[in-house]
């Protein structure tokens, strides 16, 4: 019997891509060139199923251009590069990897935010420059992160990573505003409480946002939303490009009527809107929340996981859309 072929589409850690090959026929990509969406397609021809990142976008062209294909496994747990309906449409189940990277990426949250907070990229570079040559009563001064409100935009398992770290080992005021309220089980530990978006804005000392991108959290933070804030806030971006409008952010920097920015992912990445290049009250980091060795370990290893089940009749770990279980082809 021929075995079912499916396609990594990124490189990833060779010995956990290689328990695929104990079921499959694989196709790598070892050079980790990123297909053009034809190219993508071409090499999905005859793949039952796809180990892909946020980098490979799934939707009905590639989809209907592959009719063959089973299950689409992102490593990743934001699958917005993922179209799900599509994927109803057309019964291929498409899987992502939560919990894995959760507290890895409140870990870098928190970083991210201290790092804004506190001016150390741009007392960096300013050593770096050589331009240290006196203390100063004002040089770099920031502002505190303990004692201060920490406001969370998405406070799903991420949201809530970040939010305990503020409240349990920083004594922060943690207010959270999210499409529904959290149980108040898990608000109480971590004394959140629920705000509105606008409130969120204008009492958070520093704002994190943890939103999934979505056509309904496109630019959630625009320049609207950035005229509500404190002139001293700081705002940190972990979710994804485009929750946050990148031009508008720039321009609030630029004229300081927010103090600093963390960023960690970007509209149209590996692109940076110049604008942020060039302003120094922003921390800029490259989609790195999740990248420690072990964790994205953990990330590939649930990927694969998901895909050895999907196609194997097994329940994957991790499904997005498991109403389309079981695969009937
Ligand atoms: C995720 O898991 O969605 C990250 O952004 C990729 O590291």
Redesign the pocket.
């Known amino acids: 019997m021929t075995r079912p072929a499916v396609l990594v589409a990124r490189a990833a850690f060779p010995d956990i891509v290689d328990r695929l090959r104990a079921h499959f026929e694989v196709e790598d990509n070892p050079a980790d060139r990123i297909f053009t969406k034809a190219e993508l397609s071409a090499k999905l021809a005859g793949k039952a199923g796809a180990f892909i990142?946020?980098s490979e976008r799934i939707d009905a062209e590639v989809l209907d251009a592959n009719p063959q294909l089973r299950a689409v496994c992102n490593?990743?747990?934001?699958?917005n590069n993922i179209d799900v309906d599509a994927c109803n449409a057309r019964g291929v189940l498409a899987t992502?990897?939560p919990d894995v990277?959760t507290e890895t990426?409140a870990d870098f949250g928190f970083a991210l935010m201290m790092a804004t907070a506190r001016r150390i990229a741009e007392g960096e570079h300013f050593l770096r420059r050589g331009e240290w040559t006196k203390w100063a009563y004002d040089m770099f001064a920031g502002s505190d992160v303990h004692g201060a409100t920490l406001g969370i935009l998405g406070m799903g398992r991420i949201g809530q990573a970040v939010a305990k770290r503020g409240a349990l080992g920083f004594g922060m005021k943690v207010i959270y505003h999210n499409r529904s309220r959290l149980a108040p089980e898990l608000e109480a530990p971590i004394g959140a409480r629920y705000v509105s978006k606008e409130a969120l804005l204008r009492e958070s000392d520093h704002l994190v946002i943890v939103v999934p991108y979505s056509p309904a959290s496109h630019h959630a933070i625009a320049a609207a939303e950035l005229a509500l804030m404190k002139p001293t806030a700081t705002l940190t971006n972990i979710a994804?490009g485009g929750v946050v409008d990148d031009a508008a952010l720039a321009a609030a920097l630029r004229e300081r009527r927010i103090a600093a920015a963390g960023l960690d992912?970007f509209e149209g990445e590996p692109k940076v809107h110049p604008d942020l290049l060039s302003v120094p009250n922003v921390v800029l980091t490259p989609?790195i929340?999740?990248?420690t060795v072990a964790t994205r370990r953990a990330?590939a290893s649930l990927a694969v996981d998901n895909l050895i089940a999907a196609l194997t009749g097994a329940v994957p770990p991790t499904p997005v859309n498991p109403q389309v279980l079981p695969l009937k082809r």
């Not at 490593?75 to 699958?79: K, N």
């Open positions: 990142t946020g490593m990743a747990v934001g699958y992502n990897t990277l990426t994804r992912v989609h929340a999740s990248a990330m």
